[in-house]
């Protein structure tokens, strides 16, 4: 933390932390947000979303001025709209992990984002998405996603009709070619990426634009792909709403995000140097 109490960057995971059930950043949160930020803390989205529907959350949130986006496979400054870092899969790696999980798992259906912002999904592929996230994205239907990849590949989301999907990464991950690796993508579904790609990573990128140590960082979340941002930062904030296995690594568990715990903890924080 700073001298003055307060962390020098807060980062916040977006679906089931920053807003609630039905997509909507309350009032009491977006006030938390202004007045952490005026008090000159940066802020940024940490999520699995891809960028252009982290940037429908960002229009709601003031102050916030970075955003982590696909579980940190690219790194935005929001304000000035341009990507300061992204980490895609080699075609090679992209291809063979994605034939790997086909092979391994005969029902896999997949979903392809590309480092271009395209996003091509199995015709089949049909995940349980929040409908705000779903409002925003273009996406091309294929009968085979894996044919068309034609460029860099930041993530592929994997599902599967007959495996949940902890024991599809269970089953895929000793598998997984060299550089890669599939992990919770914060939906009822997994992803593979590009090995050490995760929230954590990402903020790191905009943390050495300050000059900010992990230590004076605070960070929300409340699902499986938040757990390496919460070991990374400096205080752990997991929402009552969160999996055990989220809740035990947390310094702090807040009330649920239905109940506008991200603005309770940050109400905590700056009445503490009132």
């Known amino acids: 933390m700073s001298r003055d109490g307060l962390p020098r960057l807060a980062a916040f995971d977006v679906d089931g932390t920053l807003i609630d059930r039905q997509g909507v950043l309350t009032e009491r949160t977006a006030s938390a947000l202004r007045a952490l930020t005026e008090s000159g803390v940066v802020a940024a989205l940490a999520t699995g979303r891809p960028w252009p529907q982290a940037q429908s959350v960002l229009r709601r949130a003031p102050g916030v001025s970075y955003a982590v986006c696909l579980n940190g496979a ?4 929001a304000v000035a709209g341009e990507q300061i870092a992204d980490r895609a899969m080699t075609h090679f790696e992209a291809i063979e992990a994605a034939q790997i999980a086909r092979k391994l798992v005969p029902d896999i259906r997949l979903g392809l984002d590309l480092a271009d ?35 860099p590949v930041l993530t592929w989301l994997v599902y599967a009709p007959s495996i949940d999907t902890p024991a599809l990464i269970d089953e895929l991950a000793p598998e997984m070619p060299l550089g890669t690796e599939i992990r919770p993508s914060g939906l009822d579904m997994a992803e593979i990426a590009a090995a050490g790609v995760n929230k954590a990573a990402g903020l790191e990128v905009i943390c050495q634009r300050y000059g900010i140590d992990a230590a004076e960082t605070i960070a929300f979340g409340d699902g499986l792909n938040d757990i390496d941002m919460l070991r990374w930062a400096g205080q752990a904030v997991a929402m009552s709403n969160a999996p055990a296995e989220v809740r035990a690594v947390a310094d702090v568990v807040a009330p649920n995000h239905h109940d506008d715990g991200v603005a309770v903890v940050i109400e905590q924080l700056l009445e503490g140097i009132s």
Not at 74 to 77: I, T
Not at 119 to 148: G, Q, Y
């Open 74 to 77: 690219v790194v935005m400054d």
């Open 117 to 151: 912002g395209r996003h091509v999904w199995d015709r089949n592929f049909a995940p349980d998405m929040p409908v705000d996230l779903l409002a925003d994205i273009s996406v091309t239907r294929v009968d085979d996603a894996l044919a068309a990849v034609d460029g």
